[in-house]
């Protein structure tokens, strides 16, 4: 008898679409524990590899739902497995949960009791949205067929210098291999959209991002005898003007792309010739083939200007960079009737992408990925600032439409059954 109940119930058809009422209930009832969750990591922000009571908070809640967890991951990141009860995909949903070195200006009974760091761009709201996903769909875990694994990532802004970290690092950890992950959902607050709206994209949402610095070689003498040296600071800002040429004569102008020389160094007093000069800079594509193509110019004109002045100029990448986040045509596109449910086809719309960056690409660059932009902007409330700002914050009503737009996403994905593309190759 009980093994017949139990072939029946494996047999049922799986359900086609996520049981809407009853998520939009559950993330209702939980709003205020929602809002709470997110003002206590607002309070307490901590730096990227250093989100030791973040991480410790979600792996408690993580346990606490009964889901299979790994903490610490990347240092401090945790994941959390849930199976359902049937067998299906693998589908990934990303978090990130550090903040920034910025001091909080907003006066908020929430505000930063961290002095110098706070959570200015959303990864305490990214957090909260995808633990109250978590704790949902735990709940509809009888009728899931598939695996979720919840990314909870350290320092998507960058490790600190001399570190690893963030999405590589959790995936050279293997945040991906074991279930093997197929698809990837992950998402951000945008103060540019109003609170209710939400943005997708096929192909590229965010830039690339390469750091790189250019030294340039002089030699000291008298600043009244330049002849007698070699002077790097007017070659360093010819430099400077003949890499802009790049950007508008060098390449398509079809193609976006933003070449930013941020800092200049060089020298130490009005009358003596600076014996090198070096320059930081950041360089945004959206488009592999343009980045590389970026790369070969910068090392051409820095090189060849420095020649033809006497002297020796190099370039370097300080680290590998961060390639374009894409979303992936299928899987998007599968993805978005999700979208409109739960925010209204009026209220889900085709954003342009934009020429910040995001590690999240790591893990768009190995599986069929949809990176969704949530709307926070309240204009009558005076929330309009932008992120990594000090008034930035948040309408928190993204919380319960974010965890009902997570939670319909992942629903819906495994009741398709299948991974709507082949993962890609291991770059
Ligand atoms: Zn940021
Ligand atoms: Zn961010």
Known sequence: MLVAFAVLALAAPAPRNAPEAEIRAAALAMTPALVATRRDIHQNPELGNREVRTGGLVADRLKALGLEVRHPVAKTGVVGILRGRRPGPVVAVRADMDALPIQERNDVPYKSRNAGVK???????????????????????????????????????????????????????????DPRVQAIYGLHMDPTLPVGDVGWSIGPIFASADTFAIDVVGRKTHGAYPHTGVDPIPIAAEIVQALQLIVSRQIDAQNPKVLTIGSIQGGNRHNIIADAVTMRGTMRTLDARVRQELKDRIARVVAGVAEAHGTTASLRFVDAGVPPTRNEAAFTRASVPSLQRVYGPEHTREVAPQMGAEDFAEFAERVPALYVKMGVKNEERGITAMIHTEDFDIDEAVLPLGVRAVATLVFDHLARGAVTAAPKPQP
């Open 119 to 177: 959570h200015a761009c959303g990864h305490d709201a990214h957090t909260a949205i995808v633990l109250g996903a978590a704790e949902v769909l735990a709940a509809l875990k009888d009728r899931l067929a598939g695996t979720v694994v919840f990314i909870f990532q350290p320092a998507e802004e960058g490790p600190p210098e001399g570190e690893e970290g963030g999405a590589l690092l959790m995936l050279k950890e293997g945040v991906f291999d």
